[in-house]
């Protein structure tokens, strides 16, 4: 399948295709702790996009290669943009925010399967996936306020969601690194693993998730994103009714599941059309 599949190009990163279902994103620049230069930043929003827009693809993992999972911001080019007076120029990282993903909406799910240090923006698109998988040795900060910026990208209403204000304020206020396993108690990580298994374990679960109804999964993530964003849950639970749900409703996968409930049997999913 993946011969027939054209992924977006995105600088230092490798795109594969583990499971006919899923999208393995790999960023691969260890030499500087995977930290994302703008233009890696904006080519992974187009590849979120096309991810979005491929019907074959159900589930997408992001890693990263070597001692991090991402280091967030390459500051060495944030650096030369200061002196040359254009810091806005490397600030606008993409629309859905760093890397495409800590202010992603999105229509299917995006699991980040932590490897290693995950700090800055790179927890920032840790804390707007859909689930986390760490390894034992991973470690976790928003370091930005001991260099003099700020965890804008998205994470902080995302933090005080998660873990409360009192524990997001520790995090981002103080700048500290914490463990996978601390993250797991806070409820931020859903499994942590050896690092060696970490991103099979993600496969995994990718694997699992990608066995349901597509259309159950796009407007499922639909109504639990209406409860994560500002929206109120009836306004949020009327809008997908009235909306992306008619178009779910009464169709093929719906009928499927049903039918294959009656007959006992495992169902045969069609590719998404919402």
């Known amino acids: ?12 990163t490798a795109v594969s295709f583990p499971h006919p279902y899923v999208v393995l994103v790999t960023i691969n620049r260890p030499e500087h702790l995977n930290a994302l230069q703008r ?3 904006i080519g992974l929003d187009r590849l979120w996009r096309w991810y979005d827009n491929e019907p074959s693809l159900r589930c997408a993992i992001l890693t990263g290669t070597g001692r991090a999972f991402c280091a967030g911001a390459d500051l060495k080019e944030w650096n ?47 804390l707007n996936v859909d689930m986390v998988i760490a390894s034992e040795t991973a470690k976790f900060g928003l370091p930005e306020v001991k260099r003099g910026v700020v965890a804008i990208a998205g994470a902080l209403p995302r933090l005080i969601r998660t873990v409360g204000r009192q524990r997001a304020s520790e ?21 942590v693993v050896k690092l060696e298994d970490v991103v099979q374990e993600a496969l995994k679960w990718a694997v699992e998730m ?3 109804s597509p259309d159950s999964i796009i407007v499922s993530r639909e109504g639990l994103l209406g409860g994560w964003e500002a929206e109120g849950p009836r306004e949020s ?6 909306g ?10 719906m009928k499927e599941g049903v039918l294959s409930f009656v007959e006992k049997r495992n169902a045969v999913w069609k590719d998404s059309k919402l």
């Open 244 to 253: 992306i749900y008619k178009g779910m409703e009464g169709g093929d996968n």
């Open 80 to 126: 030369v943009k200061n002196s040359e007076g254009n810091v806005k120029d490397v600030e606008r990282w993409a629309e859905n925010g760093f890397g495409g993903l800590s202010n992603r909406h999105g229509k299917k799910p995006v699991i980040a399967a932590v490897n290693g240090l995950c700090l800055g923006g790179g927890m920032e698109m840790a």
């Open 237 to 242: 639970t009327n809008r997908i009714d009235k």
């Open 1 to 12: 399948m993946s011969k027939s599949l054209n992924p977006p190009k995105v600088p230092h």
């Open 210 to 212: 990608s066995g349901n």
């Open 39 to 41: 233009q890696m930043s």
């Open 171 to 191: 995090v981002a206020l103080l700048g500290r690194m914490y463990s996978a396993q601390q993250f797991f108690d806070w409820g931020i990580v859903n499994k």
